[in-house]
T-cell receptor, first 118, second 116 residues
């Protein structure tokens, strides 16, 4: 089973509208971290927002917020007031806990290609 | 603060040739990661270093891929011999401390490899 599932391969959204990108995850651990990264056509991975599994409040960073529903294992990214520059690939990722060996590489979903239309 | 540096940015080789990529992490970052991103997919972790020791290389195809991080700073990833399916972007990332869920990973610009 995939650990990170992003069910929207592509989305078209009108400029200034809000957009929600879906992400569900699978883990049996109680402690984990969830991340969203943006990858423009230039290729760099840009960190957007982080949510810890024990965080009681949903994370927010400027126009980005994370709708964290732990029981449903979902961590959707919400972008408010979308802009043309938001057009990019968006990846949801999970870091599972320290296991004694220190391995904590990110597991990524397949991504959602978001296109903002004027 | 300088970001993660990678070189070269682009490389084209023929199958069965060898290739090496270089990464210099952010100063002071103990943990270094190499990811492979095949077109249309998310990055996949190949190897993680903590200082100059390997923490996780479970997804590294060890028959053809090798990596080292001498002196715990910069790192080299090598492919020998390359196959067509190795065509991908190779991303290097670093973080302040491995083994904690909160620390952000900072990514370099990547090296785009094309194997013909």
């Amino acid at each position: 089973a995939q650990k990170i599932t992003q069910t929207q391969p592509g989305m078209f959204v009108q400029e200034k509208e809000a957009v929600t990108l879906d992400c569900t995850y699978d883990t049996s651990d109680q402690s984990y971290g969830l991340f969203w990264y943006k990858q423009p056509s230039s290729g760099e991975m840009i960190f957007l927002i982080y949510q810890g599994s024990y965080d009681e409040q949903n994370a927010t960073e400027g126009r980005y917020s994370l709708n964290f529903q732990k029981a449903r294992k979902s961590a959707n990214l919400v972008i408010s007031a979308s802009q043309l520059g938001d057009s990019a690939m968006y990846f949801c990722a999970m870091r599972e806990p320290y296991s004694g060996g220190g391995a904590d590489g990110l597991t990524f979903g397949k991504g959602t290609h978001l296109i903002i239309q004027p | 603060e300088a970001g993660v540096a990678q070189s070269p940015r682009y490389k084209i080789i023929e199958k069965r040739q060898s290739v090496a990529f270089w990464c210099n992490p952010i100063s002071g970052h103990a943990t270094l990661y190499w990811y492979q991103q095949i077109l249309g997919q998310g990055p996949k972790l190949l190897i993680q270093f903590q200082n100059n020791g390997v923490v996780d290389d479970s997804q590294l195809p060890k028959d053809r891929f090798s990596a080292e991080r001498l002196k715990g700073v910069d790192s080299t990833l090598k492919i020998q011999p390359a196959k067509l399916e190795d065509s991908a972007v190779y991303l290097c990332a670093s973080s302040e401390e491995g083994g904690r869920t909160t620390y952000e990973q900072y990514f370099g610009p990547g090296t785009r490899l094309t194997v013909t």
